[in-house]
């Protein structure tokens, strides 16, 4: 069983930084080519942030394209969101999330991955 553990959120100013990280336990049981961070803000639904994928590129949803960066170390067993300008949309439980096996966008998008973290706090004011 992977276990997936965030930590950095915390409370920051409109337009300042905050960086996550999460550290995965049982490296050979997940991908490192369908990792990604996954959010929901209050009263919402959880959307997907940002995610490394089966070719090893990144994707992001439009609303953080530009101030957010998603990396992970070489031994593929911390995976890391870099954010930047933060909003007050940006405020939300973050939520780490790896798959067992490679993944497209697309199948990622839809949040049916493998594994999940218990998510980590972000909040945003001004």
């Known amino acids: 069983q992977v276990q997936l553990v965030e930590s950095g959120g915390g409370s920051a100013q409109v337009g300042g930084s905050l960086r996550l990280s999460c550290a995965a336990a049982a490296r050979s049981t997940y991908s490192t080519a369908c990792m990604g961070w996954f959010r929901q803000p209050p009263g919402k639904q959880r959307e997907g942030v940002a995610a490394?994928?089966?070719?090893?590129?990144?994707i992001y949803t439009d609303s953080v394209k530009g101030r957010i960066t998603i990396s992970q170390d070489k031994a593929g067993t911390t995976l890391y969101l870099q954010m930047n300008s933060l909003k007050p949309e940006d405020t939300a439980i973050y939520y780490c999330?790896?798959?067992?096996?490679?993944?497209?966008?697309?199948?990622?998008?839809?949040?049916?991955?493998?594994?999940w973290g218990q998510g980590t706090q972000v909040t945003v004011s001004s």
């Open positions: 490394i994928v089966y070719d090893g590129s990144t």
């Open positions: 999330a790896a798959h067992r096996t490679p993944c497209t966008g697309d199948y990622w998008r839809r949040g049916a991955l493998d594994y």
